[in-house]
C-alpha cells in the first residue's frame, strides 16, 4: 500500500512542505515520522490493512495530505 496524496489547496501545500512531522492516524491507532518516506516503508514492511488518514504537522496547525486505503 502507498499514501493516496490528495489535491492540496495553498494552506496545505504550505503545511505539507513545511512540516515538523507526518502523522497517520486511524480509528485504533497513530502513529508518527519525521518525513514521508520514512511512513511509507513502515506502511510496506507492516501490510497495514486499516484505513489511515495522513497528516502534516507544521508549528500549530496541521493538514491531511492523503490516505492509506
Not at 29 to 39: A, P
Request: proline share 1%; hydrophobic share 35%.
Amino acid at each position: 500500500m502507498t499514501i493516496k496524496y490528495l489535491e492540496l489547496n495553498p494552506r496545505e501545500e504550505y503545511v505539507y512542505a513545511n512540516a515538523d512531522y507526518f502523522t497517520a492516524w486511524s480509528k485504533h491507532q497513530k502513529f508518527q515520522f519525521s518525513n514521508t518516506t520514512e511512513l511509507e516503508d513502515f506502511i510496506s514492511k507492516n501490510n497495514l490493512t486499516e484505513k489511515f488518514l495522513i497528516y502534516a504537522v507544521y508549528d500549530n496547525t496541521d493538514a491531511c495530505i492523503g490516505t492509506i486505503n
